[in-house]
Every structure is written in structure tokens, then in C-alpha cells.
């Protein structure tokens, strides 16, 4: 079960294979627990969504909007704020006796969160257009759901929208292969593969 909208984001921020170090639907903490107080991840559940910058409230309003029961979302919302070692230990203890999302709930909660990440993309990127830069609605849809992949996942700097609003795929390609945090990630997110397959 996938969304109609950021399917670039879903598919980077998980999967459904269970066992996999990257299923999404069970809590989990995207670090390496020996070494956690290098990783900077919050509790996360579903296809990215990260607890680090949530009060509890707002977790509870969340989950329990994507169809959670009230009382397991207050369990999962004790992951709220918590990010390195307090993260790591909170689904470690919890994972186990919190439940595991359905498919549909873990769409939905995707679903809420990516139109808040659009919102947000459309108002970083028309605060820091150049006089050049083409318009949001004018930007090519691939490049549009590439640049809101950038800022789900935090990548995305006042500096790069200027190469978006080129509305050109191959200086979007030079800026992912040539910023070492974005390339870092480029295997696993797939924006670079994308852009190339989508955009003609």
C-alpha cells in the first residue's frame, strides 16, 4: 500500500519486508545503538516520521488520526523529544509491547505528515527564490517531489533553491553528486535515479 503522492519519500524511508532492519511499521532508531550518541534520529514509526521535534500532544493528535487507538498512541508518544542514546533505549524498551501499524494506518500517517512537508517546501522555496528562479507551479513535478524529499529528510539548504528554480534536471543531478551529505545518502534515497527516469 503506497501513496499517490511522495512516493520518492516512502519508499526511501522504509519498507515492508518484516525482520528487515528498515520496517517501518514497529517502532525504530535509525543509528547504530554502540554508537548513539553520534546519531542525532528520534523514535520514528511508519515511513519517516520522527518523534525528536514532537511534543506529545501533537503525536497523540497524529497517531490517533491515522487510526491508532488513544491508548496505544499514548504509549508511542512516550518517544516524543527523545533523540541518541534516549531514543535507541526508548524502542528498545518499547518495541516490543507497542504495536505494530497497519499497512492503512502507516499510509495515512505518511499521508498527513508528507502534505505538511509540502506546505512547508512550497514556503522555503518561494522565501528563497532568486529573480530568475521559475515558479513553484512552474517547477517540474519531479523536481518539485525531489526538493520536498530534501526537506523531510532535513537536507535541504536556503543556498540550493537557487539550482532548483533553474528548473534544470542536470544541475539538480551536479548539486546531489556534489554535496557530500546528499551523496552520502544518494544509494539509499534514489533522488539522482529518479530525476533521470522521470524527468524527460
Known amino acids: 500500500m503506497e501513496p499517490k503522492e511522495g512516493l520518492l519519500t516512502f519508499r526511501a524511508e522504509g519498507n515492508n519486508i518484516t525482520g528487515s532492519g528498515y520496517y517501518s511499521r514497529k517502532l525504530h532508531w535509525p543509528g547504530a545503538v554502540s554508537k548513539c550518541n553520534a546519531y542525532g534520529s528520534g523514535v520514528t514509526l511508519g515511513r519517516g516520521y520522527d518523534m525528536k ?56 500517517l505518511f499521508e498527513h505528515v508528507y502534505a505538511m512537508y ?36 532535513g537536507a535541504l539548504r536556503h543556498e540550493m ?12 543531478i551536479r548539486l546531489i553528486n556534489g554535496n557530500a551529505f546528499l551523496a552520502n545518502y544518494e544509494s539509499a534515497r534514489g533522488r539522482v535515479r529518479y530525476i533521470q527516469e522521470c524527468m524527460r
Open 53 to 108: 521535534h514532537r511534543s506529545t500532544g501533537e503525536i497523540i493528535a497524529d497517531l490517533t488520526l491515522a487510526g491508532v487507538s488513544l491508548n496505544e498512541a499514548k504509549k508511542l508518544a512516550g518517544g516524543a523529544h527523545k533523540s541518541h542514546c534516549a531514543a535507541s533505549d526508548f524502542v528498545r524498551n518499547n518495541k516490543g509491547s507497542t504495536i505494530e501499524l497497519t499497512e492503512q494506518q502507516q499510509l495515512r
Open 118 to 153: 509540502v506546505k512547508d517546501s512550497i514556503r522555503f522555496y518561494n522565501k528563497y527564490k532568486q529573480q530568475g528562479s521559475v515558479s513553484w507551479s512552474e517547477l517540474h513535478k519531479v523536481l518539485k517531489e525531489v526538493l520536498i524529499d530534501m526537506r523531510f529528510q
Open 161 to 172: 533553491i537557487s539550482v532548483f528554480g533553474k528548473n534544470q534536471k542536470q544541475d539538480v
